[in-house]
């Protein structure tokens, strides 16, 4: 399972699975202390994080051997991706044949992307081919809105308007950046999730078949 964090898929009895994040144990917290908040202010227990028993890049799982896997779960990881196509490639190229992918994506209209606009597949093959350096800034510059808006909403920021809101906005930004805050950095409704998967397919012959799309 890839990116667990700290919500791990219940899985079948017996099953044995193995936790893939990109940060240690010892690292886990480091991008969260941001902006003087905590992994508190998230809302999350650091007790209930799963250790990673693999440290590993999630988009690459270079450590993690070609058709090895029976399973991949990657719950609400996809959108964290910078490159999400290499992403889903490599978790292709990690599963046995017949091996079963568990994938799960946020609906931007029912979460707090419902402000943004779908990435559409051209900026993802964009992304996948010139590599995601080029949308990074602004995919910060963008969330850093959101985290504003909610951080003020929730009190853990003083609200302010005009010039000041802007300047905050990019120190915000600057400050999720340098921390490697791990963003949304993709969003999709439930239509542009499926014609997404649909030009996966095409546009790079791969021979995966969906079972089930809720």
Do not use: C
């Not at 990657?74 to 196509?85: K, Q, R, T, Y």
């Not at 093959?125 to 995601?132: A, F, G, M, V």
């Not at 999720?176 to 963003?183: G, M, P, R, T």
Request: aromatic share 12%; no cysteine; hydrophobic share 40%.
């Amino acid at each position: 399972e890839i990116g667990a964090f700290a919500s791990p898929l219940e899985l079948p009895e017996g099953a044995r699975v193995q936790y893939v994040d990109k940060y240690s144990a010892q690292d886990i917290e480091k991008p969260f202390n941001i902006s003087g908040l905590t992994l508190a202010d998230f809302g999350t227990d650091i007790a209930s994080i799963v250790i990673p028993d693999i440290v590993d890049n999630g988009e690459t799982l270079a450590k993690v051997g070609d058709y090895s896997q029976d399973f991949v779960v990657a719950n609400h990881v996809l959108e964290h991706f910078e490159d999400p196509l290499k992403g889903f490639k490599n978790m292709l190229r990690v599963l046995k044949h017949g091996g079963i992918l568990y994938l799960s994506l946020p609906e931007m209209r029912h979460s707090f992307d419902r402000t943004r606009t779908p990435t559409a597949f051209e900026h993802l093959l964009k992304d996948y081919e010139q590599n995601p350096t080029w949308s990074r800034g602004a995919a910060y510059r963008e969330f850093a809105e959101i985290f504003a808006s909610h951080g003020m909403d929730k009190g853990l920021f003083p609200r302010v308007h005009g010039s000041e809101l802007e300047t905050f906005i990019e120190q915000q930004a600057e400050a999720l950046e340098k921390a490697d805050f791990s963003i949304h950095f993709h969003a999709w409704t439930m239509d542009a999730m499926q014609e997404m998967f649909l030009k996966i397919k095409t546009h790079f012959n791969l021979s995966f078949e969906t079972k089930l799309i809720i």
